[in-house]
């Protein structure tokens, strides 16, 4: 599956036959992106070599690199644990999570865009057994979302191989439970991986060194940058940088701008009963659950903002047990009661956007940017001639909310394709919703900044 060269032609069109046309907005002039080349770059720094170094070994750090070997750079990944996927990707089952939408939105267009990249890019992952491409079934939590399903089901009927619209006899039948939900959208090609594991073959597969450091500072001096331990210590210096340790990205001044949030999550290992046994797919609604493996199924996932502990909580054990209950009756039956005090889990945090998008490409200069689009205070539709100004070969790469797994394929392609100066495989509209610079851009147009 290579995007690398892709043309225009071959570019994903998450649109493809399926949910509307772009929408065609009003527009006094040109369209956004040429009235205002905010994305562009004007002072593109020469690149002397291909070497590269990506900070941060979680899904978005390990998946750029592996596409950047790819296209002949020379790759090395720092992370501060000695194994890579540690932290936010450290749980044993994580979902491609698949989220879609009647609506003809940026956002349900990259997810369409991403889940439909991510089964190809994990399916030699299933194939070797690392994880279980078992199908993942989508519950309505409401009414609304049930009819939305409708909709979605409608629309993709031609492609039952991606989604199918399933009624209650055939939910029961794919997953193995007397589930009671009357109707459920069935994805046939997704399922779980264990994040860490997936994570660690990556850069096995490509010979990617993974090196130990905890970097604190990064610094930009005779064209490389400099990254420096806490003792002022200089661990390395590299030519391009990928920043891509999630929300500690925020310690770094090129990158402190950046609108993130640290959201905690817990996640619920369960035995498997002879009742719960028989789950054939993963099931998600309020929350997920996923077939045992090794005899444990994981649950999850809760979302606490504010709570900064990795240490389990016996409430968050409650909540994810009641998320099941709610997700389907017979879910929650199958699961039968717990003795939440004997429980385990795992706790750690995601790293959210405020529109939910990830965040994938060049770090703004902030002060020259803001300067050169000052205007757009005044009139947010103004046509500005010059380019955007970004830090020499700096690369941010976050933002992965809850569906890193989902998202991490494509963002790294896209990243990838943009330091290679190649065309890239999404469309510009695409692009342009998931780049660093926008939340600047927003902010200047409604006069927050
Ligand atoms: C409870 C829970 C359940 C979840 N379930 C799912 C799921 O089912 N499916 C799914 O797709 N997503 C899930 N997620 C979200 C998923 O974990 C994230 O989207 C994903 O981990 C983000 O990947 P990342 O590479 O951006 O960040 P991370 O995985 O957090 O990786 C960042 C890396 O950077 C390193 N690092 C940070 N700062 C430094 C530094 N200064 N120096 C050196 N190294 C540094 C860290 O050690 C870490 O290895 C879940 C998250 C939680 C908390």
Same mark, same amino acid.
């Given at each position: 599956?290579?995007?690398?060269?892709?043309? !225009?032609?071959?570019?994903?069109?998450?649109?493809?036959?399926?949910?509307?046309?772009?929408?065609?907005?009003?527009?006094?002039?040109?369209?956004?992106?040429?009235?205002?080349?905010?994305?562009?770059?004007?002072?593109?720094?020469?690149?002397?070599?291909?070497?590269?170094?990506?900070?941060?070994?979680?899904?978005?750090?390990?998946?750029?690199?592996?596409?950047?070997?790819? &296209?002949?750079?020379?790759?090395?990944?720092?992370?501060?644990?000695?194994?890579?996927?540690?932290?936010?990707?450290?749980?044993?089952?994580?979902? +491609?999570?698949?989220?879609?939408?009647?609506?003809?939105?940026?956002?349900?267009?990259?997810?369409?865009?991403? !889940?439909?990249?991510?089964?190809?890019?994990?399916?030699?992952?299933?194939?070797?057994?690392?994880?279980?491409?078992?199908?993942?079934?989508?519950?309505?939590?409401?009414?609304?979302?049930?009819?939305?399903?409708?909709?979605?089901?409608?629309?993709?009927?031609?492609?039952?191989?991606?989604?199918?619209? $399933?009624?209650?006899?055939?939910?029961?039948?794919?997953?193995?439970?007397?589930?009671?939900?009357?109707?459920?959208?069935?994805?046939?090609?997704?399922?779980?991986?264990?994040?860490?594991?997936?994570?660690?073959?990556?850069?096995?597969?490509?010979?990617?060194?993974?090196?130990?450091?905890?970097?604190?500072?990064?610094?930009?001096?005779?064209?490389?940058?400099?990254?420096?331990?806490?003792?002022?210590?200089?661990?390395?210096?590299?030519?391009?940088?990928?920043?891509?340790?999630?929300?500690?990205?925020?310690?770094?001044?090129?990158?402190?701008?950046?609108?993130?949030?640290?959201?905690?999550?817990?996640?619920?290992?369960?035995?498997?009963?002879?009742?719960?046994?028989?789950?054939?797919?993963?099931?998600?609604?309020?929350?997920?659950?996923?077939?045992?493996?090794?005899?444990?199924?994981?649950?999850?996932?809760?979302?606490?903002?504010?709570?900064?502990?990795?240490?389990?909580?016996?409430?968050?054990?409650?909540?994810?047990?009641? $998320?099941?209950?709610?997700?389907?009756?017979?879910?929650?039956?199958?699961?039968?009661?717990?003795?939440?005090?004997?429980?385990?889990?795992?706790?750690?945090?995601?790293?959210?956007?405020?529109?939910?998008?990830?965040?994938?490409?060049?770090?703004?200069?902030?002060?020259?940017?803001?300067?050169?689009?000052?205007?757009?205070?005044?009139?947010?539709?103004?046509?500005?001639?010059?380019?955007?100004?970004?830090?020499?070969?700096?690369?941010?790469?976050?933002? !992965?909310?809850?569906?890193?797994?989902?998202?991490?394929?494509?963002?790294?392609? +896209?990243?990838?394709?943009?330091?290679?100066?190649?065309?890239?495989?999404?469309?510009?509209?695409?692009?342009?919703?998931?780049?660093?610079? &926008?939340?600047?851009?927003?902010?200047?147009?409604?006069?927050?900044?």
């Amino acid at each position: 599956m290579s995007l690398g060269s892709a043309s !225009m032609d071959n570019k994903i069109n998450p649109l493809s036959n399926d949910l509307s046309k772009p929408s065609s907005k009003p527009s006094n002039k040109l369209p956004s992106n040429k009235r205002q080349p905010w994305h562009l770059d004007k002072s593109v720094a020469p690149r002397l070599s291909k070497e590269i170094t990506i900070l941060g070994a979680g899904i978005a750090g390990c998946t750029t690199a592996v596409a950047l070997a790819k &296209r002949g750079f020379n790759v090395r990944v720092i992370d501060r644990h000695p194994s890579a996927g540690s932290e936010g990707a450290g749980n044993n089952q994580a979902v +491609v999570y698949p989220k879609l939408s009647p609506r003809d939105d940026l956002l349900p267009r990259i997810n369409l865009s991403s !889940m439909k990249f991510a089964s190809d890019y994990y399916k030699p992952f299933w194939d070797r057994d690392v994880g279980q491409q078992c199908g993942v079934l989508v519950l309505p939590e409401s009414e609304k979302t049930a009819s939305d399903f409708k909709i979605i089901g409608e629309r993709f009927a031609d492609q039952p191989g991606f989604v199918q619209l $399933q009624n209650n006899s055939e939910l029961r039948g794919v997953s193995g439970l007397n589930l009671v939900a009357k109707q459920g959208l069935f994805f046939p090609q997704l399922g779980w991986l264990p994040p860490a594991e997936v994570c660690q073959q990556l850069l096995a597969q490509q010979g990617i060194p993974l090196l130990r450091a905890d970097i604190h500072k990064i610094v930009y001096s005779d064209n490389h940058w400099q990254l420096l331990e806490a003792n002022g210590d200089l661990f390395l210096t590299s030519e391009s940088l990928v920043i891509a340790n999630a929300f500690d990205c925020l310690q770094f001044e090129q990158t402190a701008f950046l609108p993130l949030t640290q959201l905690r999550g817990q996640i619920t290992e369960l035995q498997q009963s002879p009742a719960s046994s028989t789950l054939k797919t993963v099931i998600c609604g309020e929350g997920y659950i996923t077939p045992q493996h090794k005899g444990v199924h994981s649950c999850g996932a809760t979302y606490n903002k504010g709570v900064f502990t990795t240490e389990l909580r016996p409430i968050d054990h409650q909540t994810n047990l009641e $998320q099941m209950s709610r997700t389907d009756e017979g879910l929650g039956e199958a699961i039968g009661p717990q003795d939440i005090a004997s429980l385990s889990g795992r706790a750690n945090y995601r790293c959210t956007t405020k529109d939910y998008l990830p965040i994938v490409g060049p770090v703004p200069n902030v002060p020259q940017l803001l300067e050169d689009y000052a205007p757009l205070r005044r009139d947010a539709r103004c046509e500005i001639t010059s380019l955007g100004s970004y830090l020499p070969n700096l690369y941010v790469h976050c933002g !992965m909310g809850s569906r890193g797994l989902s998202y991490a394929p494509l963002t790294s392609e +896209v990243l990838a394709a943009e330091i290679a100066g190649e065309t890239l495989p999404i469309e510009d509209e695409l692009r342009l919703a998931m780049h660093p610079a &926008r939340f600047l851009i927003r902010d200047l147009k409604k006069k927050r900044i």
